[in-house]
T-cell receptor, first 113, second 113 residues
Framework: DTEVTQTPKHLVMGMTNKKSLKCEQHMGHRAMYWYKQKAKKPPELMFVYSYEKLSINESVPSRFSPECPNSSLLNLHLHALQPEDSALYLC????????????FGEGSRLTVL | AQTVTQSQPEMSVQEAETVTLSCTYDTSENNYYLFWYKQPPSRQMILVIRQEAYKQQNATENRFSVNFQKAAKSFSLKISDSQLGDTAMYFCAFMITGNQFYFGTGTSLTVIP
């Protein structure tokens, strides 16, 4: 299994809603990432979890709250988002060390109204 | 500071022809890995090719090959016999210790039938 699975694929929410994005991988990777990507732009790193602990937080607003319940799952909780937060949210995983290749999910397309 | 520069925002190539995408990077690290990622319009980012910085031999994967010039910090991607399915955004990236990844701004490649 070399897949990173993200749900939902599409999400529309209002600025007062609370929603969550989910990510799952079964490759035994101990590093998991959340990226935000705007159209035709590179992915921007938001959070990194290493061994289920938050290791990098790229000064992301607190309306985004990550969670890593176990080594296979990664969540991104969303609350009080702004329209400018509309983007493709990509989850990725990688082995720690070695060649470190990132494996990406298909992404969750988020629209904030 | 770690940077990746892709100086060609858009490129096009005729089907069956060869195209080269350029990438330069800057890092003070001695050990790192270089990658080319492809993101088709269907959006999932996939790895095209990987190069270990300590290896002098250029990596190849079927129709894809790289020209890695370590001293010049250059890492270009050559696509031979271009196919319609090669139409995508291409991102150059490198990884240093601590699983820290840096992406270029991307090149949008269109293969013309």
């Amino acid at each position: 299994d070399t897949e990173v699975t993200q749900t939902p694929k599409h999400l529309v929410m209002g600025m007062t809603n609370k929603k969550s994005l989910k990510c799952e991988q079964h490759m035994g990777h101990r590093a998991m990432y959340w990226y935000k990507q705007k159209a035709k732009k590179p992915p921007e790193l938001m959070f990194v979890y290493s061994y289920e602990k938050l290791s990098i937080n790229e000064s992301v607003p607190s309306r985004f709250s990550p969670e890593c319940p176990n080594s296979s799952l990664l969540n991104l909780h969303l609350h009080a988002l702004q329209p400018e937060d509309s983007a493709l949210y990509l989850c990725a995983s990688s082995p720690i060390g070695g060649t470190g290749e990132l494996f990406f999910g298909e992404g969750s397309r988020l629209t904030v109204l | 500071a770690q940077t990746v520069t892709q100086s060609q925002p858009e490129m096009s190539v005729q089907e069956a022809e060869t195209v080269t995408l350029s990438c330069t990077y800057d890092t003070s690290e001695n050990n790192y890995y270089l990658f080319w990622y492809k993101q088709p319009p269907s959006r999932q980012m996939i790895l095209v090719i990987r190069q270990e910085a300590y290896k002098q031999q250029n990596a190849t994967e079927n129709r894809f090959s790289v020209n890695f010039q370590k001293a010049a910090k250059s890492f270009s991607l050559k696509i031979s016999d271009s196919q319609l399915g090669d139409t995508a955004m291409y991102f150059c990236a490198f990884m240093i210790t601590g699983n820290q990844f840096y992406f270029g701004t991307g090149t949008s490649l269109t293969v013309i039938p």
